[in-house]
């Protein structure tokens, strides 16, 4: 009976990590994405206020630009090095995105669209649970190591 529990419990945690992977992947692919269909006025997943000319219009645009391409080149480093826990930090600062959107909509007095404050939640959160689970992995499989020594 206690087997069949341990049984439970671990494909209940496989199953999880399952879909933590699955939707990290899933929000890889809606920022790098995101970032470079913005440069097409009709693909974008975002509008783009009408407002916006010049220098304030492509500074948003450039700004998904280089979050899509810093992407692109973290996470060949961290399938390069194996470690993906850096993706906690990468999530802490798509969330402070938020923030800083916030501020560059308050000091140029401009209007964006109401979904950055979402996907930038959604990527930040999902980098952070990725993050999370790859630690909690990686510690697994220390400890299963040295119990092995």
């Known amino acids: 009976m206690a087997k069949q529990i341990t049984n439970l419990s671990f494909n209940g945690i496989q199953s999880i990590k399952f879909l933590l992977e699955v939707n990290f992947y899933i929000s890889v692919i809606v920022l790098i994405a995101g970032g470079m269909l913005s440069v097409s006025g009709s693909y ?10 010049g220098a304030l219009g492509n500074n948003l645009r450039m700004i998904m630009i280089y979050l899509a391409v810093t992407e692109i080149v973290i996470l060949i480093y961290c399938f390069l090095r194996k470690n993906f826990q850096v993706m906690i930090p990468v999530g802490f600062f798509l969330i402070l995105m938020i923030g800083s959107m916030k501020f560059y909509v308050e000091i140029n ?3 964006i669209d109401e979904n950055f404050p979402l996907f930038f939640f959604y990527t930040g959160l999902s980098h952070i649970l990725f993050g999370v689970m790859a630690v909690i992995e990686r510690n697994k499989t220390e400890a299963h190591k040295d119990q092995s020594s």
Not at 44 to 52: A, C, G, Q, V, Y
């Open 109 to 111: 007095t401009i209007e």
């Open 44 to 53: 974008s997943i975002f509008e783009f206020n009408e407002d916006l000319y």
